[in-house]
């Protein structure tokens, strides 16, 4: 089943085609990567996908159901979570108190949200900073407190824009051990950099250069692509 898809999704910026008639089309469990150059118009993608900027034109369509023209909450309704490049944690609140609004859109009752928070704590391995404040964490944890905000929400697409950004080799191994364990309930698109996370964790790949896709196919076959390579020199 195909969980998401768009057909001709653009987006202009004062001239520039920064997304570019996108046909996407994302199978439910998939795990899917995102990758292109810089300025290739991911962020703008996935902005578009969960209806934090609108489109000049072209559609998107969640679980059959034509969700172009809804605003972001109610995407986040229907089972749509995300993470973006610019962390958006609560700063002055904790890492437990961040989690604990995400969990409160979809659970009520205090002792469900606190289960639910240490949970996805524990799933990203926060669980000894819950008390700490959010603006303490170093930025790589901030991206994991974000990743735990999308989880607890317990959604059927979860996005997440370059989330291993700032995380230590080490942390970076757990995270795609995390990415492997979430796909067994969620449905995952990855724009990422890191081309080890991209090979070992992806299903299938698609390439954005330009606004435009340049190739879609298994993390071998975009591995080899000359065309990819071409365009994404320098990058990864
Ligand atoms: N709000 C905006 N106003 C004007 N131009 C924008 C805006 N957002 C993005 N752009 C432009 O659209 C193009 C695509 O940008 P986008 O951030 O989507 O790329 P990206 O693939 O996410 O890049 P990166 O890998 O650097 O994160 C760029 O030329 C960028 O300058
Ligand atoms: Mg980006």
């Known amino acids: 089943m195909t969980l998401l898809s768009t057909r001709g999704l653009t987006r202009h910026f004062a001239g520039i085609r920064a997304v570019d008639g996108v046909d996407f089309d994302l199978p439910e ?8 150059p810089n300025g ?3 962020t703008t993608f996935v902005s578009l996908l969960c209806g934090r ?3 000049s034109a072209g559609t998107v369509a969640f679980d059959g159901r034509d969700i172009s023209h809804l605003p972001a909450h109610r995407r986040i309704n229907l089972g749509m979570a995300y993470t973006f490049q610019i962390t958006s944690v609560f700063a002055r609140l904790s890492v437990a108190e961040n989690v604990g609004l995400a ?6 009752g205090r002792a469900k949200v606190e289960a639910a928070v240490a949970a996805a704590l524990a799933r990203v391995g926060l669980e000894g900073r819950a008390g700490a404040l959010a603006g303490d964490l ?8 974000e990743i735990a905000m999308g989880i607890v929400q317990a959604p059927r697409l979860l996005i997440l ?3 291993t950004q700032g995380l230590s080799d080490s942390e970076i191994a757990g995270f ?3 990415i492997r364990e979430l796909a067994q309930s969620a449905t995952i698109l990855l724009i990422e950099h890191n081309m080890s996370v991209v090979m070992e964790t992806a299903h299938r790949v698609t390439v954005l250069n330009f606004g435009q896709v340049l190739a879609e196919g298994t993390p071998e076959e975009i591995h080899a692509d ?10 990864g």
């Open 226 to 235: 000359r065309a990819v390579q071409a365009a994404c020199l320098g990058v």
């Open 29 to 36: 469990g998939e795990i899917r990567a995102l990758i292109g």
């Open 40 to 42: 290739a118009g991911k």
């Open 161 to 163: 824009d370059e989330p």
């Open 103 to 108: 969990a409160r859109r979809r659970l009520r």
């Open 53 to 55: 900027i609108a489109p």
């Open 138 to 145: 170093a930025y790589g944890h901030q991206r994991l407190l």
């Open 176 to 178: 795609k051990a995390l």
